[in-house]
T-cell receptor, first 109, second 113 residues
Framework: GQNIDQPTEMTATEGAIVQINCTYQ??????LFWYQQHAGEAPTFLSY??LDGLEEKGRFSSFLSRSKGYSYLLLKELQMKDSASYLC??????????WGAGTKLIIKP | DVKVTQSSRYLVKRTGEKVFLECVQD?????MFWYRQDPGLGLRLIYF???????EKGDIPEGYSVSREKKERFSLILESASTNQTSMYLC????????????FGEGSRLTVL
């Protein structure tokens, strides 16, 4: 079967750095997405990785290792507004998205 | 900016009622999707559509149907609502069939009593 694993919940301190991991076992791989979802709101696109390595976008970076079936989202200089759920999704060999359950990130002052 | 609008943010229905959830997008995207989101589970695809009048079953189509009469509008229909259909329903659109990211509406939280 296809599976995406992410931690259920993480807590970090304002101003710090946090890494949210995502591991996957899917039938084929055509890219990995990260989305941010604030409570009661729509998920919004953060990043897309299809090749190995690190993609940096401001305070957020996303890393992919296809051989390990692993990705992480790195958030730097955490702000209170970063409190949200972070969703990992993999595009499989049929270009269908397989979603993780999401990681709820709690930022404390 | 892409705007995806879902007709109702919150609905409360009784078991056996027919429920319509509407989604309208303003960016001329061909691809539209209906997902449901439940605690502890990843988003699950109910139905999707790549063109007007066209629909494809997703992973959990049972108990649902859809309608795409116009490009900008994709409706999800629960013919006879059941309590296990209590959930958050998310509509999404994207440009390319295999490429591009999803743009989501704000969701419709349905409670079936």
């Amino acid at each position: 079967g296809q599976n995406i694993d992410q931690p259920t919940e993480m807590t970090a301190t304002e101003g710090a750095i946090v890494q949210i991991n995502c591991t996957y076992q899917t039938s084929g791989f055509n890219g990995l997405f990260w989305y941010q979802q604030h409570a009661g709101e729509a998920p919004t696109f953060l990043s897309y990785n299809v090749l190995d390595g690190l993609e940096e976008k401001g305070r957020f970076s996303s890393f992919l290792s296809r051989s390990k079936g692993y990705s992480y989202l790195l958030l730097k200089e955490l702000q209170m507004k970063d409190s949200a759920s972070y969703l990992c999704a993999v595009k499989d060999s049929n270009y269908q998205l397989i979603w993780g359950a999401g990681t709820k990130l709690i930022i404390k002052p | 900016d892409v705007k995806v609008t879902q007709s109702s943010r919150y609905l409360v229905k009784r078991t056996g009622e027919k429920v319509f959830l509407e989604c309208v997008q303003d960016m001329d995207h061909e691809n539209m999707f209906w997902y449901r989101q439940d605690p502890g589970l990843g988003l699950r695809l109910i139905y999707f559509s790549y063109d007007v009048k066209m629909k494809e079953k997703g992973d959990i189509p049972e108990g649902y149907s859809v309608s795409r009469e116009k490009k900008e509008r994709f409706s999800l229909i629960l013919e006879s609502a059941s309590t296990n259909q209590t959930s958050m329903y998310l509509c999404a659109t994207k440009t390319g069939r295999v490429t591009g990211e999803l743009f989501f509406g704000e969701g419709s939280r349905l409670t079936v009593l």
